[in-house]
Structure formats: C-alpha cells, structure tokens
C-alpha cells in the first residue's frame, strides 16, 4: 500500500499533514466510531451513502482487498467491474496519499525464504524459543540500534520493557553490545535470564566444538532490573550506567524499545527529552488504545491545537489492526471471515434479551467457522452469562448472515482509514520532538505482513543529516 514516507519531511511539511488527517478523519468519523459487531444494531450499512452501497455491494473479498485496500495480489490486474462514486475514489485516494507508507526497503523477508519458521539472517542459537515474527524484528531492530549507537557513540543500550529478553540477548550476545533491560514482571525477567545462562552454555559448548568459527572475546550478558516505568515521572534506574564512565566523561544513553506498550512509548520520549544522559532513541510503539487520554496523545503543542485532533479508544484501538493480514485473508476469502458477521448477530441477541447488555466481552469461540449461526449464537449467550436456551428466531439470524459480505465490506472500509489514525498518532510524536529541538524520523523497519506494528522512531539529539540513511538497510 503506497503512503506518504516518514523521512525527510520538513517542519512545515508535518504540520500540514497533521492539518489534513485531522481534517480527513473527522470528515469520516462516523466509519472509525463504529464497532462492527453493532453492524445489525446501528444499521451501520444503511449510515454509508447509497452510491457506496451499490458499489460496495457488487464485491468479493478479494475484489475488496485488491480494489478498496489497493493490496492486489502479486501478478493481479486491478480492474474495476463497475463506475464508482467519485467520493468513494477520493476516499481511497486520500486515505493511500496521506498515511505514513509501511512498506520497508526489501518486498518480502528473504530470510525465511528457506524455511518459514527459520530466519536465515539470525544465528541458530538465537532463533530457540524465539517465533519467526519476533526473530525477523530482533534481528531487524537490533542492526539499527547497533548502526545508531555507532553514530552517536553511545555507551549502553536501555531495552526498555524487555519482557523475556529476546531483543537484550541478541544486542549484547550477539552484537556485542552493553545492555540493561528493564521489566515490571518479575516472572519474565526470571524466565529473561534462565535464557540468559541457556544461550551462554550453548555458546561455549559451540565454541569448544569450533573455536575458529566463535568469537572467543568475553560474553556479557544484559544484565535485568525489575522496575515499573511511570510513564509520568523520570526512572533513576534507568538512566544508572551498567559501569562507572571514564574520568572526565559521561554515560550515553541509547533508549529502545520493541512493541512499547501504550504509555511506554511515550515514557521513553520524555526520558530522551528531558535527561541530558540520553543521546539517542529507537521506539516501536504498540497498543495505541492503551495510551492515557490525556497525558499520552496529543504530545505536541502543533497538534493539540488543531480542531479535531481527539482520538477516542474506539480509533486508537482500530489503528492496531492487522491490515496486511487482513487484505491476505480477503484473498484467501475463506470462511473465517464470517466472525464479525456471526458476532454482530450474537450482539443483536443479547440487546434483545438484556438491552442494557452492551459489547460484552465474548472470549474466543473455537472453530467458528464451522458452526451453524444459531449453534455460533447460544455458544455466546453462554459466555456472556445469558440462558443459552433463549428462544432465536433462526430466519431472523439467517437473514443477518446473507448480509456477511456487507459486514465484511464495511469492516474494510474502516480498516482504509485505520492507518490514517496511526498516522497521526506517530507524526504528533516526530513534532513534540522537534519542538523541543531534537531530530526524528520515522522509518518502516518490519515486514509488515509479519509484525503490523512496524515503523521505528529514531531521535537524535545532534542531527544526523544523511547519515540517517545508513540506518535503512535492506534485506539481500
């Protein structure tokens, strides 16, 4: 999906942008405020303009993820069988020309060309207990941040939010680094170092086997804290250095963090802004729902003013979802995406039985796919603590299901628009740091059809020029 790139855009370039998402996603709010399982409820269908019905109506799921995401297959002509209202197109359009592009500098992960569970580019020792997604962004992120801490020369690496310690064991294990990482579970810094000591043993048994293939110079581990970072307050253990800096000279800090939850993210900006220990950042941001309203977004003064510019939980939830997945599921076009269609039927139900009963939460329905509507239904009843036996109306539920393709529509349709949230939640971040006079891009890291969440802010506080381009390698 083509997209506006993160780099290299001037001051006056980002506000502008932030002028035109705010404009773009409140002139569509009604589509991003809409939770799909009130589809029958709120007759979500019948809120879009009649011209967009038809046009929405004609399509299979593979016509929607090829003509209404812009995620054609590889190879695949994109055609379009009818004439669309031109505000549907403009839709499209803006949605494509404003979101930051997600799309990294290599087409497909070459390293698991070979084997889809084996990343090629990562030492074998590393890929145990490690799944594909978080092998391709460990190794990924942890290149950057080896390539950032050389050209701002910085002493020590923070991980913060570390959890099991996969991205701390390659960057001080396997790249050589000095890292401390810090977790608020104790149970995951436990685990984090057992697999410590596992990798440690496994090096020097593969060194005494091959000792001219092993680095034989000394090995330190990441050395873990248990700690809570306060998203509102500076941590001290954070800014210690692992050891005493030399006479005369000062520990610099390099802060990263891979999928920061929520107000994690945002507790690594402020650390980087306001401790002079600090020269540099690298931040997956992740879970953008989770931030606190206010005092996680907006962050910048530009974007606080703009009229507008509010992100309820129902939009910052929608920018987490998986597009790319998604688009691959719509050309799959396999049964499993009846899901929405059968639970807004169930939430129909349940407003018919308790009114006051809204959104309950309905754990994971196993093998939805496979039931009949109504089997799907007193399953959900169930797991909302409601009489499984409730007389249905079974013509009434059947009738939901043939709109599945309708559900299925405009469940894309705000997926369009999910990126444009994102967007802006990540652009009002480059700006807070350029208002308080540091450097920042924003670059796609991750192949997005692996891990959704992936652009990577970088910051410095002395620019970089275009030395942030040695920071885009790609995948041979």
């Not at 070459?110 to 890929?127: A, G, H, M």
Request: hydrophobic share 40%; net charge positive; charged share 20%.
């Amino acid at each position: 999906m083509p997209g506006i790139s993160g780099r290299g855009l001037s001051l006056e370039e980002r506000r502008q942008l932030a002028v035109n998402l705010t404009r773009v996603l409140a002139l569509y709010r009604s589509i991003l405020d809409a939770y799909i399982i009130e589809f029958f409820t709120d007759n979500l269908w019948g809120t879009l303009p009649g011209s967009w019905q038809e046009a929405l109506d004609r399509l299979s799921p593979p016509q929607l993820a090829t003509l209404l995401l812009g995620m054609p297959a590889e190879g695949e002509a994109v055609r379009y069988r009818s004439v669309w209202p031109l505000t549907l197109l403009a839709l499209k359009a803006t949605a494509c020309a404003l979101a930051f592009t997600r799309t990294p500098g290599f087409q497909t992960p070459s390293e698991f060309l070979e084997n889809p569970s084996q990343s090629s580019r990562l030492p074998p020792l590393f890929r145990k207990h490690v799944r594909p997604k978080k092998q391709h962004e460990i190794r990924r992120l942890g290149e950057l941040v080896k390539k950032l801490r050389d050209l701002t020369g910085c002493t020590q690496v923070v991980d913060v939010g570390s959890g099991q310690g996969h991205l701390s064991r390659f960057m001080s294990l396997g790249l050589g680094l000095s890292v401390k990482s810090i977790e608020g579970d104790q149970r995951l810094v436990e685990r984090a170092q057992r697999l410590d000591q596992e990798l440690l043993q496994a090096l020097e048994k593969q060194q005494r086997r091959a000792p001219q293939v092993v680095h034989a110079g000394p090995r330190h581990p990441p050395r873990h804290v248990v700690k809570w970072v306060d998203p509102t307050a500076l941590c001290e253990e954070l800014l210690l250095p692992l050891e005493p800096p030399p006479p005369g000279g000062a520990a610099r800090l390099l802060l990263t963090g891979l999928h920061a939850c929520g107000d994690l993210s945002v507790a690594l900006l402020r650390h980087f802004c306001r401790c002079p220990e600090v020269a540099a950042l690298a931040s997956v941001g992740c879970c953008y729902m989770k931030l606190s309203d206010p005092g996680g977004y907006p962050l910048s003064h530009w974007v606080a003013g703009l009229p507008g510019c509010e992100l309820p939980y129902r939009l910052r939830e929608g920018a987490c979802h998986a597009l790319e997945e998604y688009a691959e599921r719509l050309r799959k076009a396999g049964p499993g995406l009846r899901t929405h269609c059968y639970r807004a039927a169930l939430e129909a139900v349940i407003r018919g039985a308790q009114p006051k009963l809204r959104r309950p939460g309905v754990q994971g329905i196993p093998r939805v796919h496979e039931l009949k509507i109504e089997e799907y239904v007193q399953r959900g009843l169930r797991r909302v603590g409601l009489d499984p036996q409730l007389p249905l109306n079974v013509a009434a539920l059947q009738a939901h299901q043939a709109q599945e393709h309708r559900v299925v529509a405009f469940f894309s349709l705000a997926l369009l628009l999910a990126p444009l949230v994102e967007t802006l939640i990540l652009l009002d971040r480059l700006l807070y740091l350029q208002e308080q006079g540091f450097h920042a891009e924003l670059l796609p890291l991750f192949s997005p059809e692996l891990s959704p969440r992936n652009l990577v802010l970088v910051a410095t506080k002395t620019p970089l020029g275009q030395a942030f381009s040695a920071l885009e390698t790609e995948d041979s």
